[in-house]
């Protein structure tokens, strides 16, 4: 009888043949974590967003909204929609010429559309005349078929301030047909210029 001799390379063989087996079987033997079924709702519905529609105003709150919305958009690549709220008082008409409104518009939603793209998401800029911010908001929603809408708003000072940005939260939330994120920015002395930041 001849003796065995055990070479380096089979040896080697032997030992991956035998760790990846036992790898195997404890992958296919253990037991997965058990995930509450509201979790694992709420994970998906999170992780189905396509379009987010965010009010912007130029304020450091709509710009913080903004980009809360593109860190919630880039795990699946959703389109962010800015909106520009241009609020038409009762008095004239909607389509009345407001040069100022306008070119604010322009403005704001080319700095928008630089943020999102910073990111490398699909943007979607739309400016909007409406009576009120809430109003236009969910129209854009609406159009838009959003998954969520994302406002930011800051610590406001000024009670006829903070009861108008209250009423336009208010609405958002009763009426709006997805998900509604406010993101509540500190006070940082900044005047906010519009309702939708």
């Not at 009576?131 to 930011?152: K, N, T």
Request: glycine share 6%.
């Amino acid at each position: 009888m001849s003796a065995v001799t055990l070479h380096p390379l089979g040896i080697t063989l032997a030992a991956i043949f035998v760790g990846s087996l036992a790898y195997l079987f404890w992958w296919m033997f253990r037991v997965p974590v058990q995930v509450p079924q509201e979790l694992a709702r709420a994970q998906s519905s999170v992780s189905a967003l396509q379009r987010i529609v965010v009010p912007v105003s130029g304020s450091l709150a709509s710009d913080r909204a903004l980009e809360l919305a593109t860190r919630l958009a880039q795990p699946q690549r959703a389109e962010i929609a800015p909106v520009y709220v241009m609020e038409v008082p009762l008095t004239i008409g909607l389509e009345t010429p407001l040069p100022a409104q306008e070119a604010r518009a322009e403005a704001v939603l080319a700095n928008a559309r630089t943020l999102v793209a910073l990111h490398g998401l699909p943007v979607h800029p739309i400016s909007i005349r409406q009576r009120s911010v809430a109003e236009g908001v969910l129209r854009v929603a609406e159009q838009e078929q959003a998954d969520a809408i994302v406002m930011g708003v800051s610590a406001q000072r000024g009670f006829s301030r903070s009861e108008a940005v209250m009423r336009t939260i208010s609405e958002l939330l009763r009426r709006a047909q997805c998900l509604v994120i406010i993101a509540r920015s500190p006070d940082t002395g900044e005047h906010e210029e519009n309702l939708g930041a």
